[in-house]
């Protein structure tokens, strides 16, 4: 969903106008990142456009489950659930007046 949001969002224009300019290479750590990687071998003709994007979602989901476990090793975090905007809210009140 995250990586449908971006392309929805306009990634395919940006990233295209930054392979377009000749510079840019998949060496640089820019270009090696989650959806620029996947991106850049569309653009670049290795991949089709089916591939790239099942490719950029599956990178996305593999990123998002190591954020997970860094930030659980975190013993101070406080989880918000983003469906309960009403007790997220009243959870930053507490956390910031203690």
Known sequence: MRF?????A????????????GDLHTDMPAIRCVGYRQMWSYLSGEIDY???VYRGI???RQL????M??????????????????????SVIQVVSA
């Open 69 to 90: 476990t860094w930030l659980r090793g975190w013993g101070s975090v406080q989880w918000l659930d983003s469906d309960k905007p009403g007790e997220a809210l009243d």
């Open 50 to 52: 089916d591939e790239m």
């Open 64 to 67: 998002a489950k190591r954020q």
């Open 4 to 8: 449908h949001q971006m392309l929805d």
């Open 10 to 21: 306009g990634f395919e224009t940006e990233a295209r106008a930054l392979f377009d300019r």
């Open 58 to 60: 599956c990178a996305t």
